[in-house]
T-cell receptor, first 112, second 117 residues
Framework: DSGVTQTPKHLITATGQRVTLRCSPR?????VYWYQQSLDQGLQFLIQYYNGEERAKGNILERFSAQQFPDLHSELNLSSLELGDSALYFCASSPPAGDTQYFGPGTRLTVL | AQTVTQSQPEMSVQEAETVTLSCTYDTSESDYYLFWYKQPPSRQMILVIR??????QNATENRFSVNFQKAAKSFSLKISDSQLGDAAMYFC??????????????FGKGITLSVRP
């Protein structure tokens, strides 16, 4: 158990819908990262937050957005879902000035 | 931009034997971190080992060790005394030295390791 929690574990929805994925980092970690794992794209970095502020963006679609709240949990919002958004979404956290990222169990999103 | 290449999509090893998983990377930076993560069928990403580029000594964690060749930009993982529980997908990853911003992990495509009993 890495100490990073993600909910829900599984999500099945339809095209065009909107979903929210939630992540709670390890105690004391200020950085939260979101990654997408799909068969064709592999593991791709989406976005990073540090202590409530957006720090870096990767290959994140405009239909996707994220935020980190004062209690440091983070949410990834996916809207106007398409079949191709079906993937495993990971959240990871790391401590201040830390170099290692610890991953949550992931949320498997299926878009039908 | 940094890239990580894992050219072997699959490997197989006999239980109790030793196997080496290859990884190469490309970067123009002199300081960085390298990692190996394990992803078993449960899909959880588990840190196996980390290496700091400015350290000459190869990292070791129990049965797992790395062969870090900085000049060749090579970072291979050796698993000794392979066990059935080692069967998983293994990802090599690169990270810039922490700057507070853009400290993302760049992953290779992964290698699926099977262990034969």
């Amino acid at each position: 158990d890495s100490g990073v929690t993600q909910t829900p574990k599984h999500l099945i929805t339809a095209t065009g819908q909107r979903v929210t994925l939630r992540c709670s980092p390890r105690s004391g970690d200020l950085s939260v990262y979101w990654y997408q794992q799909s068969l064709d794209q592999g593991l791709q970095f989406l976005i990073q937050y540090y202590n409530g502020e957006e720090r870096a963006k990767g290959n994140i679609l405009e239909r996707f957005s994220a935020q980190q709240f004062p209690d440091l949990h983070s949410e990834l919002n996916l809207s106007s879902l398409e079949l191709g958004d079906s993937a495993l979404y990971f959240c990871a956290s790391s401590p201040p000035a830390g170099d290692t990222q610890y991953f949550g169990p992931g949320t498997r999103l299926t878009v039908l | 931009a940094q890239t990580v290449t894992q050219s072997q999509p699959e490997m197989s090893v006999q239980e109790a034997e030793t196997v080496t998983l290859s990884c190469t990377y490309d970067t123009s930076e002199s300081d960085y971190y390298l990692f190996w993560y394990k992803q078993p069928p449960s899909r959880q990403m588990i840190l196996v080992i980390r290496q700091e580029a400015y350290k000459q000594q190869n990292a070791t964690e129990n049965r797992f060790s790395v062969n870090f060749q900085k000049a060749a930009k090579s970072f291979s993982l050796k698993i000794s005394d392979s066990q059935l529980g080692d069967a998983a997908m293994y990802f090599c990853a690169y990270r810039r030295v922490y700057t507070g911003a853009n400290s993302k992990l760049t992953f290779g495509k992964g290698i699926t390791l099977s262990v034969r009993p």
